[in-house]
């Protein structure tokens, strides 16, 4: 149970993400400026927490791991998000980037870290007749240009998280903390962000008195936080069981896009979002049972 509640504190912690990256690409803040922030900020905490844990280096190996998974797991994707949230509702965007177990699947078989299942295979299909019914032009009500392709471009966001989480799993070094992992990702994501931000004058100062500015010290506070849950809900049950708060974000996410920027969603779009929960829940259990069956 405890872990249950965390798991679900983390899917809201994540929502809210996507729901304040939403309200500032709308209202003037620079994709880049926002991303640098988002890296800057939860990476300088992340080191206050490992410097009091005595937990900062890693070996080469673990270093070079972190350099790839920060690219794939956190810069990409969050640029992607960025960019994408002024042109697609947060509520919609959160349910197409937490999409991401549909993809894992194949790139697990593909990599050989994975074995065949007929069952996961038919999650799989099913989670992507829920992607098809959201992305099909002209399917749904949403006040938005589908054939601009930004609805394409973020379903380049849960492919880089799978690409990301499977090399993750194939390719760990066996040493050294998730939250150690996340500070070095976050550091290298930092670098990144920041180069592109100076190439593409990108910045935004943090004032006082400006909303902006309190949102985006919120979302550092609350990616620091889901770092944190992070690593005590690999701790305490897995990454398998962790995969489910993908489903939790996604219902989460189009709550706050109905409730807080009253989205309006077609009843085949809520139709599909619910085949894709459906589809992440299957995959999630389908996992765990997999692997009980290993341990025994």
Known sequence: MPALILLIILGIDWASGYAIAGYCMTHGVNPYAYAFWQSFGPFML????????RELWLEKSGVIYAIL???FGIVIPNLLIYFAAAHIPSGLLTVLANVSPIFTYPLALAFKDERFSFARLVLIVIGFIGVALVV??????LSLELGNGWLYVALLIPLS??????????FHPGTGSVLNYAMWMLMVSTLCVSSLAVMNRGYYELRFNDFNSGLIVLEIL????????????????????YSLVNAIAAVTGV??????FGQQFSGLT???????????????????????????
Do not use: D, W
């Open 270 to 296: 809520v139709v599909a979002i619910g085949v894709i929960v459906l589809a992440i829940s299957g995959l999630t259990y389908t996992q765990r049972m997999r692997n009980s069956q290993l341990e025994v």
């Open 255 to 260: 709550a706050y896009g109905y409730f807080l």
């Open 161 to 170: 998280y799978a690409f990301s989480a499977v090399y993750l799993s194939r």
């Open 69 to 71: 998974c920060g690219v």
């Open 136 to 141: 099909i032009p002209n399917q749904h009500n």
């Open 222 to 241: 609350l990616s620091t936080c889901g770092y944190v849950l992070l690593f005590l809900i690999m701790k305490m049950v897995g990454a398998v069981y």
């Open 46 to 53: 992340l080191l206050v927490i490992q410097t009091l844990r």
